[in-house]
């Protein structure tokens, strides 16, 4: 197999290995774990071009992969193409490039419980001991996620020399609407992708399980390759945008640019603070001294910064949640035209001022927070929200299922802390029955 190892690139996929009658489901949820957390992957049903399978898959591994997964389940004995052609391969570049990073993910047990650690050598036909250098982990959902936190580690320290040369700047993509190819890659550190959504507004709920799974991983993983500095580039809803924000603050990493679709760039290098000439103030706002619900204290912020009104659905959202909220505000920019992404690091710091002094003065109240603004400011407020609680909305605009009310909703869908020890996604939020 050496006839199709080639040198990599450390931005290259991820290739993932198994048998389509009793792994497709095991890979599919590999796949979409890795996308979530930032790694490009190669697998068969998405990325292979039409023609012989076994010349395709030959084609397609010697245009680029930076490592592989052999998913082992007993039906892969069975299959010709792995045992043949994608296992040999994926070993002897692991074996010829250190850097090629390869992991197994085993879903066949000795014992309920415990993997047989030797059964990828023995249905692939290998010698024993052959694998024995190489990480296995089960293939329930813990199992996946370490191998994803694997792959993401090896994959980050080959990155070091790639940020140092580029001035210590980390390079991440986002989108959460784009279909699963592997063609879907910028070269960045990280190409964040989260399974896109049937619904027409809001975001997957699978998707959004995905990158709760694996946002952990993000902060350490900025930090292992020596970064300064972090450029986002993508799209996508505002509550992951502001997710992926938080999960690298402003106390850890001291300068974000985010580039919009346009080109333009959007940068922080601040904290949260007011401006003595703002560029935000408080067009309208409320307060309830009776209001109650159980636990912490709830307060709403709707950070409306598009030059268009646009109000129906925080109208409907107050009317909703009446009795409930100690008070609310209602953000807009002082002149009400386009905003200019060079006092982007402005409006994010003042933003967060007033979120932060909202929650302050209403017992460090949980924020409800409503964006209505561009996605890349909705990544650099959450970057300055480190110690805050906050409830994160999508817009959506769908027929009503019950009523004749035919405004648009905010949705609930993330819930974010800043600085939380398992993730910056505390809970998934978004109801099954809302998709």
């Known amino acids: 197999m050496t006839d199709i190892i080639a040198t990599h690139d450390p931005a290259d996929p991820i290739f993932i290995s198994y048998r389509q009658s009793d792994g497709t489901e095991i890979c599919a949820q590999l796949a979409w774990l890795l996308r979530a957390g930032g790694i490009p992957v190669w ?6 071009p039409p023609g012989d399978t076994e010349e395709r898959l030959r084609q397609a591994i010697g245009d680029g992969i930076s490592g592989g997964v052999l998913v082992t389940t ?35 047990e000795r014992e309920p419980g415990k993997i047989d650690y030797s059964a990828p050598e023995r249905l692939l036909g290998m010698a024993e001991e052959t694998l024995s250098g190489v990480d296995q982990h089960p293939t329930q959902r813990d199992g996946l996620r370490t191998v994803v936190q694997k792959m993401l580690w090896h994959r980050l320290a080959n990155h070091r020399e ?49 990158l709760k799974d694996t946002i952990a991983f993000l902060p350490d993983g900025v930090t292992r390759t020596g970064a300064r500095r972090v450029q986002v580039q993508g799209g996508g809803h505002l509550s992951v ?53 159980p636990g912490r204290p709830a307060v709403a912020a709707y950070v409306d910064l598009l030059n268009q009104r646009s ?76 110690t805050l609680r906050c409830v994160l909305y999508e817009w959506d605009d769908s027929e009503p299922t019950t009523g004749d009310d035919y405004r648009p909703s905010y949705r609930a869908t993330l819930r974010v802390r800043a600085g939380a020890r398992d993730g910056v996604i505390e809970d998934l939020l978004l109801a099954a029955d809302a998709l």
């Open 74 to 108: 007993l039906d892969v004995a069975k299959s010709k193409v792995v045992k043949r052609v994608e296992a040999p391969l994926l070993f002897d570049s692991h074996k010829a490039h250190p850097s090629f990073a390869l992991g197994i993910a085993n879903a066949v």
């Open 43 to 48: 697998r068969d049903k998405d990325d292979l």
């Open 162 to 210: 790639i940020v140092a040369l580029n001035d210590g700047t980390f390079s991440l993509s986002l989108q959460t609407r784009n279909a699963a190819q592997v063609y879907d890659r910028t070269g960045s550190q990280l190409d964040i992708r989260v399974r896109p959504s049937d619904h027409e507004r809001l975001p997957s709920r699978e998707g959004l399980i995905d």
């Open 311 to 386: 109000n129906a659905a925080f109208e409907k959202f107050i009317e909703d949640h009446d009795g409930t909220l100690k008070s609310w505000i209602h953000l807009t920019s002082t002149n009400g035209e386009l905003l200019d992404p060079a006092t982007a690091g402005r409006i994010a710091a003042e933003v967060t001022a007033h979120v932060r002094e909202l929650s302050n003065k209403n017992g460090n109240a949980e924020i409800h927070l409503l964006l209505r603004c561009p996605f890349p400011l909705a990544a650099l407020i959450g970057r300055l929200t480190n």
């Open 241 to 293: 945008a502001f997710a992926i924000g938080a999960a690298l603050p402003s106390s850890r990493i001291g300068h974000m640019e985010v580039f919009d679709q346009q080109g333009n760039i959007w940068a922080s290098d601040g904290e949260a603070q007011f401006s003595t000439t703002p560029l935000v103030n408080i067009s309208d706002s409320a307060s309830n001294a009776s209001a109650s619900k």
